[in-house]
């Protein structure tokens, strides 16, 4: 008997080995890539002069700060169950706030492409640089909110000792009150709501000024497509709001399989978007596109001369 429950402590520390393994691995991966385009965001001016790329690259630091934090809290919680509770609500603000930080960034750059096709003549004079950065600090500052308010709540209704003791590190186990699911729902459905709505005016916008252009049809109709991307890759981050109806359906039904339901959310849910945020608007793009590919084939000649040698 002793033996047989040896060997299922072991596969299991086996299995959450493999876990983190894959989401530490992941986790780099995600963020060398997008490290790839900040450096090269970062060594030209076409690019930190440019209102779109500004938003590009804000979405894409975003997104690296949000997977760094997340693995973090994924490997903390197989490793660490005893988190101080002041840190652990700091790494879920961060997390919170990055999160709801890629949709509304998503909603600017929809916003950035409707005024530079319907209103190319004052493209110019709305989307500057100087505006751009107050955009960048007003998501900040909407993106924190419901972290703040959780705070608050959290605050209220728990006692003042709470905060010296340790917690396993999670949204669901800090956060667990009744208030907390409420102010979720809506702060969901009220962000949500808002960046569809900006997504469809946009794109539709967008559409008919694409079918009215005479002599510009490429351009609109590649901000159509952009747009439309957009809104894709909104419904890929939208599938983390669905996830806690999925934990009720199937978690009831298969009770031992929680852990990796739970994983494999994750990697859907967290994973999965930021990996194609820069495949689809950095690859796609013609000038980002042109300076990766620069950038490879200077370090390819550069070994292979090396090599020469």
């Known amino acids: 008997m002793n033996s047989t429950m040896l060997q299922g402590a072991q596969d299991r520390l086996a299995e959450y080995f493999v876990r983190n393994f894959i989401v530490v691995a992941l986790g780099i991966t995600i963020n ?24 590009y690259i804000h979405l894409v630091i975003n997104d690296m700060l949000m997977v760094f934090i997340t693995v973090i809290l994924f490997v903390m919680a197989y490793a660490w169950s005893n988190v101080p509770v002041p840190f652990c609500i700091l790494l879920l603000i961060i997390a919170s706030t990055t999160h709801k930080n890629t ?10 492409r409707y ?10 004079q709305i989307c500057t640089v100087r505006r751009t950065y107050i955009l960048i ?21 728990s006692s003042i000792s709470i905060f010296t003791k340790g917690v396993l590190c999670s949204s669901a186990n800090i ?13 969901h459905g009220i962000y949500t709501s808002a960046v569809w ?7 539709v916008k967008v559409l008919v000024a694409a079918k009215r252009a005479t002599s510009d049809k490429s351009s609109a109709k590649k901000a159509q497509n952009t747009i439309l991307l957009h809104g894709i890759q909104l419904l890929l981050c939208m599938l983390s709001y669905i996830t806690p109806l999925i934990d009720r359906i199937y978690v009831p039904l298969i009770p031992s399989e929680q852990k990796k339901i739970a994983f494999f959310h994750y990697l859907l849910t967290n994973m999965a978007p930021r990996l194609l945020s820069p495949l689809i608007y950095g690859v796609r793009d013609k000038h980002m596109y042109k300076q990766v590919k620069g950038l490879f084939t200077c370090k390819i000649f550069i070994v292979k001369v090396k090599a020469s040698k």
């Not at 949709?103 to 950035?112: D, K, N, V, W, Y």
């Open 32 to 55: 060398l890539i997008n490290g790839i385009f900040v450096f090269i965001f970062f060594r030209s001016s076409i690019f930190y002069n440019d209102p779109r790329y500004i938003l």
């Open 103 to 112: 949709p509304l960034t998503l909603a600017g750059m929809a916003i950035e």
């Open 115 to 124: 005024i530079a096709i319907c209103k190319p003549l004052h493209h110019s």
């Open 137 to 157: 600090s007003l998501i900040w500052g909407v993106g924190v909110i419901p972290a703040f308010t959780d705070l608050v709540v959290f605050s209220i209704v």
């Open 175 to 187: 956060y667990s009150t009744t208030y907390h699911t409420l102010i979720s729902t809506c702060t």
């Open 197 to 203: 709505l900006i997504l469809v005016f946009t794109y």
